[in-house]
């Protein structure tokens, strides 16, 4: 498995932005396909967006479509999460995950979990 840290998560206003990040360690970063999931308090754990290993690949929520951005610099380690257009409904415990089988939206999928970092948009 690959150890995974997320960072960059606040509080910010309603239609403000953030980038998270999430920085890989312990394996070959190149061969994880990545994701972004979130939980927020009371809900079932939700697919935000994934990346494959290239970066060429992406599939995001029908909730943060145009709004949010994966990517990923294999060079770092790092996958990032830009999101604009903050919501309050975008609140939630924010997690990266990786998997080498292929390029998942279900959180099942992955074997490798950040301890995720906490984003609050306020209205």
């Known amino acids: 498995q690959v150890q995974l840290v997320e960072s960059g998560g606040g509080l910010v206003q309603a239609g403000g932005s953030l980038r998270l990040s999430c920085a890989a360690s312990g394996r070959t970063f190149i061969n994880y396909h990545m994701g972004w999931f979130r939980q927020a308090p009371g809900k079932e754990r939700e697919f935000v967006a994934t990346i494959g290993r290239s970066g060429a690949i992406t599939y995001y929520a029908t909730s943060v479509k145009g709004r949010f951005t994966i990517s990923r610099d294999n060079a770092k380690n790092t996958v990032y999460l830009q999101m604009n257009s903050l919501k309050p409904e975008d609140t939630a415990v924010y997690y990266c995950?990786?998997?080498?089988?292929?390029?998942?939206?279900?959180?099942?999928?992955?074997?490798?979990w950040g301890q995720g970092t906490q984003v609050t948009v306020s209205s």
């Open positions: 995950a990786g998997t080498t089988i292929f390029i998942a939206t279900t959180g099942e999928s992955y074997d490798s």
